[in-house]
């Protein structure tokens, strides 16, 4: 986790906080070691507390209407705004005309600006004389650093003796990242050290230590990165317990995700992810293949197994989500559990009896 807390951050989510697309604001306003959150731009849930809002309990965040507003939210608390972080993912990545004229409304303040969206920032010349003009950085997370990816896979993941647990899941954008923070957590609260990799641009926005942004990669270079990622959490800090997050999904007809971290971090167990609420892929219309099948492409592909299915209950009232979480656990004999509102303590304990008990 990174030590020293790097400025202070707006983040823009316009429009979007109350849903999937919102889910980079999400992750920001549950937990940042990055930045310190001043508040969060929705004019459309003004007023609100973002961590309610974002399923957790209140943290202080605002939810505000415009620039000017979050700005003066830092001002009265003495914590003046130096970032601008972009708290949206939507499936297509693209700069909107909208988002490009709050991002010149955020230069003109003097605020550096973070993206993780596919179109880079520092591709438009506008943009780039705005940043210069106002003594600004814009920083593309899509856009590695030199040299990343340039790795050779050595087979270091061979000298790594933690368990390793992977958290993939049914779709994109479903809450992997949030079961794996919550697994560390769970697991450090019992005494036994661990480490997430994170691999998207969220958990580099909340200051993940140990990690990788696999979109940003090319195709060749993901096995040897992500090797060297787990290798360098184990040499660093010597877990007992090294949690991957994992990108999309195995069986998704546009991204499929997961098959770099079942081949290279060889997992010893994996937790799934699930939506039950969801039918089809978010943002396409193909539908979303069985529960039952994930589990046997990941357990064939990964030659390990699925311990356990954390459920996002989206979409979905309280009896019915409690009767879909019923029927998947009777289904698989598998735990499950939404772990934003239940915690992840069921699965840290069966790592613990099952896993780390025989190692």
């Given at each position: 986790?990174?030590?020293?807390?790097?400025?202070?951050?707006?983040?823009?989510?316009?429009?979007?906080?109350?849903?999937?697309?919102?889910?980079?604001?999400?992750?920001?306003?549950?937990?940042?070691?990055?930045?310190?959150?001043?508040?969060?731009?929705?004019?459309?849930?003004?007023g609100e507390d973002a961590g309610t809002s974002a399923g957790v309990r209140s943290v202080g965040i605002p939810i505000v209407g415009d620039l000017e507003t979050a700005m003066a939210v830092g001002q009265r608390a003495g914590t003046p705004a130096t970032h601008f972080v972009i708290g949206?993912?939507?499936?297509?990545?693209?700069?909107?005309?909208?988002?490009?004229?709050?991002?010149?409304?955020?230069?003109?303040?003097?605020?550096?600006?973070?993206?993780?969206?596919?179109?880079?920032?520092?591709?438009?010349?506008?943009?780039?004389?705005?940043?210069?003009?106002?003594?600004?950085?814009?920083?593309?997370?899509?856009?590695?650093?030199?040299?990343?990816?340039?790795?050779?896979?050595?087979?270091?993941?061979?000298?790594?003796?933690?368990?390793?647990?992977?958290?993939?899941?049914?779709?994109?954008?479903?809450?992997?990242?949030?079961?794996?923070?919550?697994?560390?957590?769970?697991?450090?609260?019992?005494?036994?050290?661990?480490?997430?990799?994170?691999?998207?641009?969220?958990?580099?926005?909340?200051?993940?230590?140990?990690?990788?942004?696999?979109?940003?990669?090319?195709?060749?270079?993901?096995?040897?990165?992500?090797?060297?990622?787990?290798?360098?959490?184990?040499?660093?800090?010597?877990?007992?317990?090294?949690?991957?997050?994992?990108?999309?999904?195995?069986?998704?007809?546009?991204?499929?995700?997961?098959?770099?971290?079942?081949?290279?971090?060889?997992?010893?167990?994996?937790?799934?992810?699930?939506?039950?609420?969801?039918?089809?892929?978010?943002?396409?219309?193909?539908?979303?293949?069985?529960?039952?099948?994930?589990?046997?492409?990941?357990?064939?592909?990964?030659?390990?197994?699925?311990?356990?299915?954390?459920?996002?209950?989206?979409?979905?009232?309280?009896?019915?989500?409690?009767?879909?979480?019923?029927?998947?656990?009777?289904?698989?004999?598998?735990?499950?559990?939404?772990?934003?509102?239940?915690?992840?303590?069921?699965?840290?304990?069966?790592?613990?009896?099952?896993?780390?008990?025989?190692?």
């Amino acid at each position: 986790m990174n030590e020293t807390v790097e400025g202070q951050a707006i983040v823009y989510c316009e429009g979007l906080f109350g849903g999937p697309d919102g889910k980079v604001a999400h992750g920001l306003v549950r937990r940042s070691h990055r930045y310190r959150v001043l508040a969060v731009i929705d004019h459309t849930m003004a007023g609100e507390d973002a961590g309610t809002s974002a399923g957790v309990r209140s943290v202080g965040i605002p939810i505000v209407g415009d620039l000017e507003t979050a700005m003066a939210v830092g001002q009265r608390a003495g914590t003046p705004a130096t970032h601008f972080v972009i708290g949206i993912a939507s499936q297509v990545g693209a700069l909107t005309e909208k988002t490009r004229l709050a991002v010149r409304s955020a230069l003109k303040a003097g605020l550096n600006v973070d993206s993780g969206l596919r179109e880079l920032l520092s591709d438009d010349p506008d943009l780039l004389e705005l940043a210069w003009a106002n003594g600004c950085t814009i920083r593309d997370l899509r856009n590695p650093p030199q040299g990343m990816g340039s790795r050779r896979f050595e087979g270091l993941i061979d000298d790594v003796p933690a368990i390793r647990v992977a958290v993939l899941g049914t779709d994109a954008s479903v809450g992997k990242r949030t079961t794996a923070w919550g697994l560390v957590d769970s697991l450090s609260r019992r005494g036994h050290r661990a480490e997430l990799i994170g691999t998207g641009e969220t958990a580099w926005f909340q200051g993940v230590r140990f990690g990788l942004i696999l979109d940003a990669l090319p195709h060749d270079g993901v096995g040897a990165e992500l090797e060297y990622a787990i290798w360098n959490a184990w040499n660093d800090s010597r877990p007992a317990v090294i949690v991957i997050e994992g990108q999309s999904s195995l069986l998704h007809p546009v991204h499929p995700g997961g098959y770099g971290i079942l081949a290279v971090a060889r997992p010893h167990a994996v937790v799934l992810q699930h939506a039950p609420g969801r039918t089809t892929h978010r943002g396409l219309p193909h539908a979303i293949r069985p529960l039952g099948e994930h589990i046997k492409a990941i357990e064939l592909v990964g030659e390990t197994s699925v311990v356990a299915i954390a459920i996002n209950p989206e979409d979905m009232d309280r009896d019915a989500f409690l009767a879909a979480r019923d029927d998947i656990e009777q289904q698989t004999g598998l735990p499950t559990l939404d772990v934003l509102a239940d915690g992840a303590d069921r699965i840290a304990q069966l790592l613990i009896d099952e896993k780390m008990s025989s190692s």
